[in-house]
């Protein structure tokens, strides 16, 4: 026997965006704005392309730079 919740019925399943939205918003001091997308997928031709959004509050980059310090190539 096991201790593991049943899996939820198809009908309630959550679509991935709203797993991804449930699962941002599930830590401590979360906020709205934290479920925000902070990128956009393309495809064209058989190329995929991944893009950050202009507007994104958390951009890649160097770890340890202070925000604006960073440096693009």
């Given at each position: ?18 797993m ?38 958390v ?15």
């Amino acid at each position: 026997m096991s201790d593991m919740t049943p899996p939820v019925p198809a009908d309630d399943a959550m679509t991935p965006e709203q797993m991804r939205r449930d699962q941002l918003l599930a830590a401590p001091n979360a906020v709205e704005s934290d479920a925000d997308p902070r990128i956009q997928i393309t495809e064209h031709d058989g190329i995929t392309r991944v893009d950050i959004l202009p507007d994104a509050d958390v951009r890649p980059g160097n770890p340890y730079a202070e925000p604006g310090e960073g440096t693009r190539s």
